[in-house]
């Protein structure tokens, strides 16, 4: 069976500094799709940044990088430069196998992200 | 302002009531979602709608009963809750394309109808 993992809680991090939010996964799917979601205390989930298991570079957003280990089986989110903003509870999502075309996505626990001034 | 949008926003219920969440989109996705996510855990998946048709129920209690009448819309019916059903509910809607890799097809949330029951 598919999992994601993500073993901090909660971090914090200085304003203008970078963070790095862990993510681990286990699956025997060859083919599969990683994404890292934020959820601010209004409750909408938004989209950050996506890594495919085939893809030969580590996926960059913005202020959002996704470092990929694949024989570790590790995607951690990076955030450079962070912004009060920031302050928001963090979701690694990895998509299950499937036939069709969406995307059935099981998610971690979730880390929560303080920023301090 | 998000491109899925929900409502209501906040819904209080008794468990012998019947109530509906409503999802609208607009960006012509063709995969609908119904997440529930309870304080402090991540988002479950109740239901996927492709082209209208439901593709995945996750064992759901049939006491939530989801609908999409068309391509833009999905309702989640309420009737006969418990209180444990509280929780935030996620709607989401994607691309449904086989020809893509899956990042192509990423969610788009709404910001949730927070549900409770009394």
């Known amino acids: 069976a598919q999992k994601i993992t993500q073993t901090q809680p909660g971090m914090f991090v200085q304003e203008k500094e970078a963070v790095t939010l862990d993510c681990t996964y286990d699956?025997?799917?060859?083919?599969?799709?990683l994404f890292w979601y934020k959820q601010p205390s209004s409750g909408e989930m938004i989209f950050l940044i996506y890594q495919g298991s085939y893809d030969q570079q580590n996926a960059t957003e913005g202020r959002y990088s996704l470092n990929f280990q694949k024989a570790r089986k590790s995607a951690n989110l990076v955030i450079s430069a962070s912004q009060l903003g920031d302050s928001a509870m963090y979701f690694c999502?990895?998509?299950?196998?499937?036939?069709?075309?969406?995307?059935?996505?099981?998610f971690g626990a979730g880390t929560r992200l303080a920023v301090h001034p | 302002d998000t491109e899925v949008t929900q409502t209501p926003k906040h819904l209080v219920m008794g468990m012998t009531n019947k109530k509906s969440l409503k999802c609208e989109q607009h960006?012509?996705?063709?995969?609908m979602y119904w997440y529930k996510q309870k304080a402090k855990k991540p988002p479950e998946l109740m239901f996927v709608?492709?082209?209208?048709?439901?593709?995945i129920n996750e064992s759901v209690p049939s006491r939530f009963s989801p609908e999409c009448p068309n391509s833009s819309l999905l309702n989640l019916h309420l009737h006969a809750l418990q209180p444990e059903d509280s929780a935030l509910y996620l709607c989401a809607s994607s691309q449904d394309r086989t020809d893509l890799p899956s990042g192509a097809n990423v969610l788009t949330f709404g910001a949730g109808s927070r549900l409770t029951v009394l």
């Open positions: 699956t025997s799917d060859p083919s599969y799709g």
């Open positions: 709608y492709s082209y209208e048709k439901l593709s």
């Open positions: 999502a990895m998509r299950e196998f499937y036939s069709g075309g969406y995307n059935k996505l099981i």
């Open positions: 960006m012509g996705h063709r995969a």
